[in-house]
């Protein structure tokens, strides 16, 4: 049996919880994981009143020591996006907004040269690709609908309901390639990377040619066609990189 998160929204939030509390890269720092959560909570992925994992829970899960992940904790609490309750029910809890996700990711962006958005691009359509390829070869009947069903409600859904559908559709067609190391490269490479491709996400005429792409590779999954799933995959992150150096252009005048 592949990796799977189940369907629908479940499977799209639980394929976001899996990209915010991915591993960071070795010696990964306190504000690393403060710029993760922060992050996570600017787009709405992680809402207003969750309760965050235990700090020591939280090193593990991003492999650092437990005083990094306290010192995160406290730089996002001195930034007003988390607050501590305590009792038996406490622990640190989302209290920022994810109002003003676009303004974060523009300054983001704006720190980022084409040479370094054209790197990180190039590397996430690689991955991407080589996941859809391998799906349309292992993926069950079931198990495209399944995609198919998350597709479509991401394709009506807006905000941050649309942000974590996406995140969801490309871990779970990582976890149809039944390759485990292939869907933890996709679950960093989300974190990294798919917030800066949800900026061009903002304009209608790129969330229709999105969802239209996805339906596409969900088809091609389906024919057991890996070079078509590859091929859209490709064309797709190539498409939304375009966008995004568009955007980043228009920054810059």
Known sequence: ???????????????????????????????????????AIHLGLLEQGERLPTEQDLGRQFGVATVTAREALESLRAAGLIETRRGRAGGSFVCGSGDDARAVLISRLAMLSRVELRDMGLVYGVIAGAAAERAALFATADEVRSLGTLVEDGAVSSGAAARRAENGIRIEVAALSRSARLVAEQVRLQSEFGPLLWIALQEHGVVTGNAARHRRLVEAIGNESPEEARGIV???VGWLLDRLLAIREGIER
Do not use: C, N
Request: proline share 5%; hydrophobic share 50%.
């Open 1 to 39: 049996m592949g990796l799977t998160w189940g369907t629908g929204a479940h499977a799209a939030r639980s394929a976001t919880h899996a990209a915010i509390f991915a591993p960071l890269a070795p010696l990964g720092r306190a504000e690393a994981v403060a710029q993760r959560l922060a992050d």
């Open 234 to 236: 490709t064309e797709q």
